[in-house]
C-alpha cells in the first residue's frame, strides 16, 4: 500500500505491513495527536506532540527510554572514532560526554576543553587528561569539610574555619590554629610521640610524649631535653651550637674574639688580661657578626688556629692574637683560661669558655 498525495479531509486510520499474517500485526497506529510503532503487535515506539517514548506509551521527558530490566542506551561509532554525547543550552556552547577513539577512556568536554577524564584503569584526572592516581587534580582543590581515610571516621583531615585538624585513629595528632597562631603536635591526652629522621634512619628528634621529653639524635631521650652528638665530622673552621648574631667588626672565620666594651668583637691575646680575661669570648663563624654569627658553645673544627690536637687535652687563649693553644701560657702577665677541650674527632673542638682566668705573676 502507498499513497502518492491525496486532497479534501483524511480519517484516522493505522498502516499494517501487507503481508503479516504470521503471529501479531506489525503495524503503524495513528492515535489522536500520536504515533505508535507495533512491531509484532507490541508498542516499541510512541511519538507524542512533545515526547517520544520508545518501550513506552507514557513518556515523561523529550525523550524516554523503558524496558524490562536493566535498560541501555547504546551510542557506537566506527573502530577508533569517537562516540559522543552533546548537550546545548540555548546559545551557549555545546558540552560533550566522548569516548576517546580506540581506549576504553571517558572524557567530559566543556568550555572549549577536556575538564575531566576517567581512564580505563579507574584513574579520574581533573584538568589533566593522563591522571596518574585514583584522583589526580592538576591544579588547587578546595575542600569544606573532612577528608577521611576508606571511611575510617576517627581517621580524617578536617577543614573548619581557619584550623586545620589530622586526627589518626580517635587521637589528634597535628593541629593548625590561625586564630592564635598556633600549630599544636599531639592535642593532649594521647602520648603521641613525634619523630625526624635523617636519610639513613637515624633520629635527628625524637619527642616521648608519656614522659614529656625531647631528644635531639636519640630514639629514647633520659632528661627532658637530652642532646646526642653521633657525629663531629664538620668543615674546616666550621662549627655550630650556641651561635650569636650581634656586635660589630670584620673577623676572620674560625678565630677567638672577646667582645668588647664598644660592642666590636676584638682578637684575644693572653699577655694581658684585658684581652680575653673576663670578657665574652667566641670563635668567629665568618667575616660579619651579624650575619655569620659568632659561636659562644658548641663544637668547632679549629682547622686553622689550633696549634696542636691531642684527644681529651684543654685548650686555651694563646699568646698569639686570636688563636688557640693546647700549651699553657707560662710568661709572667700571661693570662690561663681555658675555652674548651679536644675530642677524638681531629681538629674538633668542644668549645665552653670557662667563666675564670688565672694570672701569672
Known amino acids: 500500500m502507498s499513497y502518492k498525495y491525496s486532497t479534501g479531509s483524511t480519517f484516522q486510520g493505522d498502516i499494517y505491513y501487507e503481508d503479516d499474517r504470521l503471529g501479531e500485526r506489525t503495524y503503524i497506529d495513528f492515535g489522536h495527536d500520536t504515533i505508535t510503532l507495533r512491531p509484532s503487535g507490541s508498542a516499541i515506539l510512541f511519538a507524542g506532540a512533545s515526547a517520544v517514548g520508545i518501550g513506552t506509551t507514557d513518556p515523561d521527558n523529550t525523550l524516554h527510554v523503558k524496558s524490562t530490566g536493566t535498560t541501555h542506551v547504546k551510542i557506537e561509532s566506527e573502530e577508533g572514532s569517537e562516540a559522543a554525547v552533546r548537550l546545548k543550552s540555548g546559545d551557549q556552547s555545546s558540552v560533550y560526554l566522548w569516548a576517546v577513539g580506540g581506549t576504553p577512556d571517558l572524557r567530559f568536554y566543556v568550555n572549549g576543553a577536556d575538564r575531566m577524564h576517567l581512564d580505563g584503569d579507574g584513574n579520574v584526572g581533573i584538568a589533566t587528561t593522563d591522571p596518574d592516581y585514583t584522583l589526580d587534580v592538576a591544579g588547587t582543590m578546595g575542600v569544606d569539610g573532612y577528608i577521611y581515610h576508606n571511611g575510617d571516621s576517627n581517621t580524617y583531615i578536617r577543614f573548619q574555619d581557619d584550623d586545620i585538624n589530622l586526627q589518626a585513629g580517635g587521637k589528634s595528632m597535628v593541629k ?145 692574637a686570636g688563636e688557640m693553644t693546647t700549651t699553657a701560657p707560662s710568661a709572667t702577665g700571661d693570662i690561663i683560661r681555658i675555652i674548651g677541650y679536644c675530642t677524638s674527632q681531629s681538629k674538633v673542638i668542644y668549645f665552653n669558655p670557662s667563666s675564670t682566668f688565672v694570672e701569672l705573676s
Open 176 to 320: 593548625m590554629d590561625e586564630g592564635n597562631g598556633l600549630v599544636t603536635i599531639n592535642n593532649g591526652d594521647n602520648n603521641i610521640d613525634f619523630k625526624v629522621m635523617s636519610d639513613d634512619g637515624t633520629h635527628l628528634i625524637r619527642t616521648d610524649a608519656a614522659n614529656n621529653r625531647v631528644g635531639l639524635g636519640t630514639a629514647s631521650p633520659a632528661i627532658s631535653c637530652d642532646f646526642h652528638f653521633n657525629s663531629m665530622a664538620m668543615d674546616n673552621d666550621t662549627g655550630g651550637g650556641w651561635v650569636v648574631k650581634f656586635g660589630s667588626g670584620t673577623l676572620t672565620a674560625g678565630k677567638l674574639y672577646y667582645l668588647h666594651t664598644d660592642g666590636a668583637w676584638t682578637a684575644t691575646d693572653a699577655d694581658a688580661a684585658s684581652t680575653g680575661g673576663d670578657q665574652l669570648l667566641g670563635i668567629a663563624l665568618g667575616s660579619a657578626p651579624g650575619t655569620d654569627g659568632v659561636l659562644l658553645r658548641g663544637f668547632f673544627d679549629a682547622h686553622t688556629y689550633l696549634d696542636t690536637h691531642t684527644s681529651g687535652k684543654a685548650v686555651y687563649i694563646s699568646v698569639t
